[in-house]
């Protein structure tokens, strides 16, 4: 379960370098700034997709005990 709880916060990893690559692309190459943007937003609402159904999964387990 531990791993899972670190997997998620690694999204948050992979949103902070989305958007330095957005960023840093900005001026030169804006449909891949565009594209690492869409990455980023995925990666924030994966990292609260996964938050909520870890949590649910807890609480399920700790009622069956």
């Known amino acids: ?16 370098l989305f958007l330095y690559d957005a960023f840093s692309n ?8 565009y594209m690492s943007l869409f990455l980023a937003a995925l990666a924030v609402f994966m990292f609260f997709f996964r938050k909520k ?13």
């Open 26 to 33: 900005w001026s030169s190459d804006r449909n891949r700034a």
């Open 53 to 65: 159904y870890r949590q649910k999964f807890q609480d399920r387990d700790s009622n069956k005990q």
């Open 1 to 16: 379960m531990k791993l899972l709880q670190l997997l998620q916060y690694a999204y948050l990893f992979f949103v902070t």
